[in-house]
Antibody
């Protein structure tokens, strides 16, 4: 059974940093691209970033480029999202998601989400 | 960015009724379209990918279709477990973008 378990969310002040983790199990992690997607009541669902199987290719939405870094450790079956210079508009539930094999075009599985609140 | 215009925003239907939700893409996205169902307090679940392919474990009453840049999700006979919010996603080009969602309720 595919499982994706996020951790690391919480309350953080504007301008500070936070690092999310996603522990994967139930599949061969190194064979799949991974992603982060966030959700708010006002903006809905937003793709944040994706990473290829080996980590050599990364992709970001414009609003997080230069502030967020997606990475993965295939030996630990874990992906990460380092979030720096956080803004109030980054407040959201962040989901870890797995792409289908060979593609970075949709999300086949999602974690349960972790809430990030950016507020002073 | 590719815009996905989803309609209706909300929908109330009776059990066994046919339900259709649509997404209009702002440009050609081919078959790079997926549909998701989200229930309260849960993460989205994949229903349809490639515009028309049913995801593993999804009941056959769900189906997807395409006409040009308009995409539809059909539930052939609404069941008690089907209420939730439905989203489309275009996977043609980055940034991947979602529709605004359709809230489906049982009448």
């Amino acid at each position: 059974e595919v499982q994706l378990v996020e951790s690391g969310g919480g309350l953080v002040q504007p301008g500070r940093s936070l690092k999310l983790s996603c522990a994967a199990s139930g599949f061969t992690f190194s064979n799949y691209g991974m992603a982060w997607v966030r959700q708010t009541p006002t903006k809905g669902l937003e793709w944040v970033a994706s990473i290829s199987t080996g980590g050599g290719n990364t992709y970001y939405r414009d609003s997080v480029k230069g502030r967020f870094t997606i990475s993965r450790d295939n030996a630990k079956n874990t992906q990460y999202l380092q979030m720096d210079s956080l803004r109030s508009e980054d407040t959201a539930t962040y989901y870890c998601a797995r792409h289908p094999p060979g593609y970075l075009n949709w999300f086949a599985y999602w974690g349960q989400g972790t809430l990030v609140t950016v507020s002073s | 960015d590719i815009q996905m215009t989803q309609s209706p925003a909300s929908l109330s239907a009776s059990l066994e009724e046919i339900v259709t939700i649509t997404c209009q893409a702002s440009q050609d996205i081919g078959n790079w379209l997926a549909w998701y169902q989200q229930k309260p307090g849960k993460s989205p679940q994949l229903l349809i990918y490639g515009a028309t392919s049913l995801a593993d474990g999804v009941p056959s009453r769900f189906s997807g279709s395409r006409s040009g840049t308009q995409y539809s999700l059909k539930i052939s006979r609404l069941q008690v477990e089907d209420p939730g919010i439905y989203y489309c996603l275009q996977g043609y080009s980055a940034p991947l973008t979602f529709g605004s969602g359709t809230k489906l309720e049982i009448k």
